[in-house]
């Protein structure tokens, strides 16, 4: 091997990047079915890397295996706690058959629809009114999904009892809704017409903010527009029907309906467009930036979605800013590294993250040389970077849409370009929007038809294109093009820091 390249390859940066996708290779032998295949692969895959790599030394041989493992062990960890508590409600149920008296407490929303609203209730005991002892499971972590009619109101923290039955939710192979629910830690599933509260949560002060901005975002916008609104400021959709939802997900745009890294990047674009015509310094610019989007967040909430979306948003601001000064890549994956050691099943079963780092990613990666195909070609400066942005994140996104959804929308491009304008600015002025509903009158009216009206734009965008097709793809082929996809965008991350790496020699 070439004496400069072996270097390169040795290089704390590339050995960084290179431990970070062993770790999340380990992540993914950690959850195959069968123990003895996995932590064979959990070790094959490290090995094959040096023998490609040429690498002599054995700190690193030693390095990557173990952080191999590591990756393995954590997953393994996380799934077999999964599959105790689900074999435990399998037990506590009678193989998830008969009646029950269910207490619990209920900690999220999880969908809403026209007729109902399904929340996330942690169960605290288990009653089977027979003259056994009622279980309690309130350390487990056992999850199940209560669905109530949406004329009843449940709040979150609310302790509940009811009767009924409990269905099972969870089917091998994990993916999908199955996927989705494992992750969340939800092993069934009770429809309860009546409850009864045993006690009211606490309204915390970030709660009464929350509800305060949902009624004055109600309060001005007819119902759908309200709903989108929420949808992309605080990723609340209760006031969406059931129809928009099916229309935005048709159409690929769906993504725009939770707080997401994107969304966050696009806030960032149109603040930075505006704050460049104020001659102020640049550390102040920049302060403002990063002080705007901590507010945003701690108006949302710093549950993990938030604490993501916020962290990926800053990280393509920081890319932005820093030029060739920091490696953006590397902060990228730092924050993704510290995400999969919290919850390193995330990887596999979250689409959400998988959604935020891959649409990062993207921009990290196509947005610098689309913004120079995009200039000089009769486009608006400003319009150069919001479109670059969105071809960039689209891009990027399309690898976890395909693994998780296995779908592609075939309009997912042409509507996300079509929006992609009015995203960052519909999340700025709403932001703006709650800070004049303290003061009121005119002004509140004026601005608010700033938001109504790209809002409308977006909704008919929704409408007309969720008329359109999906191309289905089958499960296994659809896992094969992801892992391909993501093979070459690593390849791609790796050229990309090690010609920098070359050229600053």
Request: with cysteine; net charge positive; glycine share 10%.
């Amino acid at each position: 091997m070439n004496t400069a390249n072996h270097a390169t390859l040795e290089h704390p940066r590339i050995l960084f990047f290179l431990c970070f996708i062993i770790y999340t290779i380990g992540i993914g032998c950690g959850v195959i079915s069968s123990y003895q295949l996995s932590i064979e692969l959990t070790i094959l895959f490290p090995l094959l890397l040096i023998l490609l790599g040429g690498w002599q030394k054995g700190y690193i041989i030693i390095l990557l295996i173990s952080i191999s493992l590591s990756g393995w062990y954590l997953s393994q960890r996380d799934y077999h706690g999964r599959i105790v508590a689900w074999e435990q409600l399998q037990k506590e149920t009678n193989n998830f058959s008969g009646s029950y008296i269910v207490t619990g407490r209920v900690n999220q929303i999880m969908y809403t629809s026209d007729l109902s609203t399904i929340y996330r209730l942690q169960i605290a005991n288990i009653d089977n009114r027979s003259t056994s002892k009622i279980r309690s499971l309130e350390e487990q972590n056992i999850g199940i999904f209560l669905e109530i009619p949406s004329n009843l109101h449940i709040g979150i923290d609310d302790r509940i009892e009811y009767s009924g039955k409990i269905l099972q939710v969870i089917d091998h192979p994990l993916k999908g809704f199955a996927g989705y629910a494992w992750y969340h830690r939800i092993y069934g599933k009770s429809t309860v017409p009546i409850f009864h509260r045993i006690s009211m949560g606490e309204l915390t002060p970030l709660g009464s903010v929350q509800k305060w901005a949902k009624s004055v975002i109600f309060k001005g916008f007819p119902e759908n527009i309200a709903g989108i609104i929420l949808g992309m400021t605080i990723g609340n959709i209760e006031l969406l029907s059931s129809e928009m939802k099916k229309s935005f997900t048709s159409a690929g745009i769906t993504h725009i309906l939770v707080v997401s890294g994107s969304n966050i990047a696009f806030v960032i674009v149109i603040l930075t467009g505006i704050l460049k015509y104020i001659p102020i310094l640049r550390g102040l610019r920049i302060s403002i930036v990063i002080i705007f989007v901590l507010i945003y967040g701690s108006l949302v909430g710093w549950d993990m979605p938030v604490v993501r979306a916020v962290a990926m948003g800053l990280i393509t601001y920081i890319a932005m800013e820093g030029g060739n000064r920091v490696s953006s890549l590397a902060v990228l994956f730092l924050a993704g590294w510290g995400i999969l050691l919290y919850s390193p099943l995330a990887l596999v079963f979250d689409a959400g993250f998988g959604l935020s780092f891959a649409g990062t990613l993207g921009i990290l990666l196509w947005h610098p040389p689309l913004q120079k195909i995009l200039k000089n070609r009769y486009i608006p400066n400003f319009a150069v970077d919001i479109l670059s942005v969105t071809l960039a994140a689209s891009a990027g996104s399309i690898i976890a849409i395909i693994y998780h959804f296995n779908t592609i929308p075939l309009w997912t491009l042409a509507s996300n370009i079509l929006i992609s304008g009015f995203l960052g600015w519909i999340l700025f002025a709403s932001m703006l929007y709650l800070g004049f509903a303290l003061v009121g009158g005119w002004i509140l009216y004026l601005w608010g038809w700033t938001i109504y009206l790209p809002t409308a734009y977006i909704m008919w965008v929704g409408q007309f294109f969720g008329n359109s097709s999906t191309y289905t793809i089958d499960e296994k082929i659809a896992e094969s093009i992801a892992m391909f996809l993501a093979g070459l965008m690593i390849v791609v991350v790796l050229y990309i820091e090690r010609r920098n790496l070359l050229k600053s020699k």
